[in-house]
């Protein structure tokens, strides 16, 4: 007998109207006059139903020939205007109830250096083909966005976290050459909370992940040493799924 809980047959035309998209959650951090840096993130204003008006992750439709990272590549720069430094997928987004028609969401995570997104965006905007309704938001303080995405972003943020903690991600947020100080207060940024400074050079002078340079930042303090990533050493081990092996191991 057949229990009155059991699902009904799957409906041939439903699931082949299941469609795939792919968005992108790409950070970086910006610092107001005097203020301490803020991990930001760009969202894109529906013009559509469903959620029109509201602001979502910039993403787009998976084309039948697309691997996924280069699908991830080019939404992002049609919806932003944007090119990634670091790319790497997040996770697969597919509850029933997310969207009004059967949608399952690849979302990748990214980082950029607030000085490519300066160099950018004036590249886009001097040649006049600057991406509409987009704009920077605190990702401490988002807006209510559509569909899930604010629950994605947290994920997002939950694995930047996480990753700080035992790979050098965060040097892909800084530019070529910083302080300990500035890279502290990255750290803190990410994080959300103090770090002991005597603590923290510590740690990452021992870590092998950084190449002292001869320079030195002069101002009104003492000359702080100047720093560089050691770009031998990768910003984050992804295995067997680096970018050169991974989409060709994705199914």
């Keep these: ?33 005097g203020d301490c840096p803020q991990l ?26 697309e691997n996924l990272e280069d699908a991830a590549s080019r939404t992002l720069a049609e919806t932003t205007g ?43 905007a001097a040649s006049g083909d600057a991406p509409e ?4 938001f605190p990702a401490a303080d988002l807006p209510t966005l559509a569909f899930d995405h604010n629950h994605i972003v947290d994920y997002a943020l939950w694995r930047l976290r996480n990753k700080v903690g035992y790979s050098r991600i965060a040097h892909g947020l800084m530019a070529d050459a910083f302080t300990l100080a500035d890279l502290r207060e990255v750290y803190e940024a990410i994080l959300g909370k103090r770090l002991d400074p005597a603590n923290f050079r510590r740690q990452v002078e ?9 320079s030195f930042r002069t101002g009104s303090h003492r000359p702080a040493r100047l720093y560089r990533p050691h770009h031998d050493v990768e910003l984050a081990d992804r295995g067997p799924l680096a970018p050169a092996a991974h989409e060709s191991s994705t199914i």
Excluded: C
């Excluded at 309704?133 to 920077?136: K, S």
């Excluded at 021992?206 to 001869?214: A, D, Q």
């Design 82 to 124: 944007l090119t990634p430094s670091y790319l790497e997928q997040l996770y697969a987004f597919g509850d029933v109830g997310r969207s009004t028609t059967r949608v399952v969401s690849i979302v990748y995570w990214a980082l950029l250096r607030a000085d490519e997104v300066d160099a950018q965006v004036a590249a886009h």
């Design 40 to 65: 930001v993130l760009p969202l894109v204003r529906r013009t559509r139903d469903p959620h029109a008006g509201l602001w979502a992750l910039p993403g787009g439709w998976l084309d039948i020939v």
């Design 1 to 33: 007998m057949t229990p009155a809980t059991a699902p009904s047959p799957r409906d041939a035309d439903a699931l082949d109207a299941t469609r795939v998209a792919v968005s992108t959650v790409i950070f970086t951090m910006r610092r107001d006059e």
């Design 206 to 214: 021992n870590s092998g992940t950084l190449v002292r340079t001869e």
């Design 133 to 136: 309704n987009v704009v920077w």
